[in-house]
Structure formats: C-alpha cells, structure tokens
C-alpha cells in the first residue's frame, strides 16, 4: 500500500484545547479519505505549545533544540499539512507564527496546506481568509479552498454540529485529493549544501 504523510499542526495553548479537538477531528476526516482512496497515512503531530521555550530560543539564536528540529522535520518532510491556531486579536497566535518563522525557507513550497482555527466569537472567522491563508500564500504554500472555523456554538454539547462536520469532511476530501496526486515529499538530505562553495568563502 502507498504511504503519505500529514503533519497536523496545533497552536492550542491550553488542555485541553478546542483547537486541538478541531485539529484531532480534521486529521480523522483526511486521514479516512486518503484510507478511502488506498493510501496508508503517517500522522505526526506537533503541539506548538510543547516547544514555546524551544521556538524563542531558536528565534534568537538560530538553533534548535533535538525536540523543535523534529518538530519542524516532521512539517517539512510531511506530504501535507494541516495548521491549526487559535485566533487572539483577529489574527493567529504569536507563538503559532513564531513556529513557521522556525522553518527552513521554502520547506512548505508546493506543500498542501489545510488551515483552521478556533475562537471565542464567529467574527474570528474571517481571520482565515485575512491572515492565515496570506500567510501560507507568501510560504509558497497550496492552500485547499475549504477553511475551516469552530467557535464555542460549534462545540454544543460536546460534539461538532452537523455544519461543522460537513466543513471538516469537505475540507478533508480537499486536502486528500491534493496529497493524493502530488508525489511523495523526498526526504531531505542531511549532507546537502544550503550554499555554495563562493557563498561561503565569501562570508555570504
């Protein structure tokens, strides 16, 4: 059977957390999808919360603790990606933002990208579109159409309404069609150049 594999990425800051209960119920929809369509999907997923001591330190030195670089190796090696934040202030978490500022440049180019998030009130909704998918834009990422948005009514007695669910499984199908037809992402080479030889004698 085919493999693929899908980072999910939760921006959650508490536990337990909507966003990763959103995150949770997207990487199932996906997941079945591509199960559906004959892949073996690898799910990694990574709790941004997990390495906020680890994401500043790297911002403001240039390294990586062993924990945050397989954090990141896992986005970037991931034939697709679900990003997950909550919404403070119109807009994604700092420390969400902070963990993609981490990545190597260009480690998302051509990647699929689900994005979603969660909120206290529907008007965060539109951060989505004003923000979150701008920003995987400018990553150079392939963001499928469907985004999606829980606010607290989503969550009404403890399950996902009949709404939601329809955005989490139409946003699935999305992202597993995309995974689906793009070629496996080749694992990087740890011996690989990230200059040239001039650039380096160069002190570029």
């Known amino acids: 059977m085919t493999r693929r594999s899908v980072a999910?990425?939760?921006?959650?800051?508490?536990?337990?957390?909507s966003t990763r209960l959103l995150a949770d119920r997207i990487a199932e929809a996906t997941g079945a999808e591509l199960a559906r369509r004959g892949f073996e999907v690898d799910l990694r997923v990574v709790e941004v919360r997990d390495h906020a001591h680890d994401v500043v330190?790297?911002?403001?030195t240039g390294y990586s603790s062993e924990p945050l670089k397989a954090a990141l190796d896992a986005v970037a090696g991931a034939d697709g990606l679900i990003a997950v934040t909550?919404?403070?202030n119109a807009s994604y978490s700092g420390l969400f933002?902070?963990?993609?500022?981490?990545?190597?440049?260009?480690a998302l180019a051509g990647r699929p990208v689900l994005i979603?998030?969660?909120?206290?009130t529907a008007r965060h909704s539109?951060?989505?579109d004003h923000t979150l998918r701008p920003m995987f834009s400018y990553l150079r990422a392939v963001v499928v159409p469907t985004a999606v948005f829980a606010a607290p009514e989503d969550w009404a007695g403890g399950t996902a309404d009949g709404t939601l669910r329809g955005r989490i499984q139409r946003?699935?199908?999305?992202l597993a069609e995309e995974v689906a037809r793009?070629?496996?992402?080749?694992?990087?080479?740890?011996?690989?150049?990230?200059?040239?030889?001039?650039?380096?004698?160069?002190?570029?």
Do not use: C, W, Y
Request: hydrophobic fraction near 40%.
């Open 8 to 17: 999910v990425v939760s921006g959650g800051l508490r536990v337990p957390s």
């Open 57 to 60: 330190n790297h911002l403001s």
């Open 86 to 88: 909550p919404i403070f």
């Open 97 to 106: 933002k902070s963990f993609f500022d981490a990545l190597p440049e260009d």
């Open 116 to 120: 979603a998030a969660t909120g206290g």
């Open 126 to 128: 539109l951060a989505l």
């Open 171 to 174: 946003a699935g199908r999305e």
């Open 182 to 204: 793009h070629e496996p992402t080749a694992p990087a080479d740890p011996f690989a150049l990230t200059a040239s030889f001039e650039q380096m004698f160069n002190g570029e």
